[in-house]
Nanobody, 117 residues
Framework: QVQLVESGGGLVQAGGSLRLSCAASVPSSSINVMGWYRQAPGKQRELAAQIISPGVTYYADSVKGRFTISRDNAKNTVYLQMKSLKPEDTAVYYC???????????WGQGTQVTVSS
C-alpha cells in the first residue's frame, strides 16, 4: 500500500508563494499519476493539477499560469509550486497517487493552505 507524506502548507498573504511536497513510499517508476486536489470549506474536493507519466500535465483553469506541478523521480516526490496566491486558493490540499495498473490510488493526509487578503 502506498504511503504519502505531505509538507509545505501554511499561511501566506495574497500574492505570495508556497511549495507543497508529497513523498511516496514506492518508486516513481511504479506510479502512473501524481496529482494535487484541494477542498475549500463547504465545497467539494477538486483537482488542481496532475502529472501523468512520463510528464503530461493538467491544470484546473483556476490555477493555470500560477501553479506548476513537477515530479522528482529520484526522490519519489511530487511538488506543487504555487505563485500569485489568492484568498480563493485557501483550502486543504491533498496529494493523490495512482500506481500503474491500479484502478484506484492513495491519498495524503492533507495540508492546509491559507491565503490572507
Amino acid at each position: 500500500q502506498v504511503q504519502l507524506v505531505e509538507s509545505g502548507g501554511g499561511l501566506v498573504q495574497a500574492g505570495g508563494s508556497l511549495r507543497l511536497s508529497c513523498a511516496a513510499s514506492v518508486p516513481s517508476s511504479s506510479i502512473n499519476v501524481m496529482g494535487w486536489y484541494r477542498q475549500a470549506p463547504g465545497k467539494q474536493r477538486e483537482l488542481a493539477a496532475q502529472i501523468i507519466s512520463p510528464g503530461v500535465t493538467y491544470y484546473a483553469d483556476s490555477v493555470k499560469g500560477r501553479f506548476t506541478i513537477s515530479r522528482d523521480n529520484a526522490k519519489n516526490t511530487v511538488y506543487l509550486q504555487m505563485k500569485s496566491l489568492k484568498p480563493e486558493d485557501t483550502a486543504v490540499y491533498y496529494c493523490y497517487v495512482r500506481p500503474r495498473g491500479s484502478p484506484s490510488g492513495a491519498w495524503g493526509q492533507g495540508t492546509q493552505v491559507t491565503v490572507s487578503s
